[in-house]
């Protein structure tokens, strides 16, 4: 009964290391018909030339990474311990600015739009904003970056001076960074070879017709090699476990976006700190979204 157990909730056991969805961009969309459904023959010849040219640009697009569209939510407000004037955001009131950029291979980050947005007051405030530069550490774990805000940004008792750089910085994980933390393979095989033996002691018995009796399909596992396995088993459950808690926990990461340099894309953890100034006092925390073709709903609403 006690082997039987084991194989039952080994598939629970693998269930647990899911692998985190890939972002919809890394697929080529499927592009909409055009209007030669109306002429399909005359039109057919020029249909296919056009569907080859683009599954050829998507092609190199997904080779080569230029610049990566990520959305920027910023949390502007006061942070425990923060070294910001006593009076500022003593309210608690938050002030929030979402800056859509693109990040080149050129280290420049680029805002989608001259201005940025938020809800006071007095209503909706447009204000100016300007990209900066970005830099990833060189073990690829760590992102830093800067916008600058060239007018006064007022919510309240939360504000930001006129000429402002903020500096951003939050943790990164690539694909491959990710992939370090599954040990799901040789647990899989450790708990298949328990399996069988387990399969094979519970075979249905066969018919010998010399001893007119029923006989046992396989020979008994022997009991050292039975226990060997059932350490290697355990040991590989522990190691994933292990590794399991060093994995961030997915409800914390952006999805994976695609990012210059890394082949297989990246993700962002929420949380990241907002400075005033490269080694100024924090105002506030940030988080990032891919931006991508999919429908809003899939991507948590951002």
């Given at each position: 009964m006690?082997?039987?157990?084991l ?14 969805p890939?972002?919809?961009r ?11 459904q109306?002429?399909?023959e005359?039109d057919?010849?020029?249909s296919r030339?056009?569907?080859?040219a683009?599954?050829s640009?998507d092609?190199?697009?997904t ?5 990566a569209p990520?959305?920027i939510v910023?949390?502007i407000?006061?942070e425990p311990?923060a ?5 500022w955001?003593r ?8 800056v ?6 050129n280290?420049?980050l680029i805002p989608?739009?001259?201005?940025l947005?938020f809800t006071g ?8 904003v300007e ?6 550490a ?5 992102l830093?970056f800067s916008?600058n ?10 504000y930001i001076?006129?000429?402002t750089?903020?500096?951003?910085t939050?943790?990164?994980y690539?694909?491959a960074?990710m992939d ?12 298949g ?8 002691a ?19 596992e022997?009991?050292?090699?039975f226990a060997r396995k059932?350490l290697t088993y355990?040991g590989a459950k ?14 914390t990461?952006?999805?994976?976006g695609?990012?210059p340099?890394?082949?297989?894309g990246?993700y962002?953890?929420?949380g ?8 100024g ?15 809003a709903?899939?991507r948590?609403?951002?």
């Amino acid at each position: 009964m006690k082997r039987t157990f084991l194989i039952v909730s080994l598939p629970l056991v693998a269930s647990a290391f899911s692998s985190i969805p890939a972002d919809p961009r890394f697929s080529s969309p499927r592009r909409p018909l055009g209007p030669s459904q109306q002429h399909p023959e005359e039109d057919i010849s020029t249909s296919r030339s056009a569907a080859s040219a683009s599954d050829s640009s998507d092609a190199t697009a997904t080779a080569t990474v230029t610049s990566a569209p990520w959305r920027i939510v910023m949390d502007i407000g006061r942070e425990p311990l923060a070294r910001m004037p006593f009076d500022w955001a003593r309210s608690g009131c938050r002030m929030p600015l979402v800056v859509p950029c693109d990040f080149g291979e050129n280290n420049l980050l680029i805002p989608r739009k001259a201005t940025l947005s938020f809800t006071g007051p007095d209503g909706a405030n447009v204000k100016p904003v300007e990209g900066g530069t970005w830099r990833l550490a060189d073990d690829s774990k760590q992102l830093s970056f800067s916008l600058n805000v060239p007018d006064r940004l007022t919510r309240r008792d939360v504000y930001i001076d006129a000429g402002t750089e903020l500096s951003l910085t939050g943790r990164v994980y690539t694909q491959a960074e990710m992939d370090n933390y599954e040990a799901r393979e040789e647990l899989w095989q450790a708990g298949g070879e328990i399996g069988d033996v387990c399969d094979r002691a519970n075979a249905s018995k066969k018919w010998n017709e010399e001893t007119g009796r029923w006989e046992r399909r396989y020979a008994s596992e022997n009991p050292l090699s039975f226990a060997r396995k059932q350490l290697t088993y355990w040991g590989a459950k522990a190691k994933q476990s292990q590794k399991l808690n060093r994995r961030p926990d997915i409800n914390t990461l952006s999805d994976r976006g695609v990012w210059p340099g890394e082949e297989d894309g990246m993700y962002i953890a929420n949380g990241g700190v907002v400075r005033v100034g490269e080694n100024g006092p924090v105002c506030g925390t940030w988080s990032a979204q891919p931006i991508t073709t999919a429908p809003a709903s899939y991507r948590g609403g951002n």
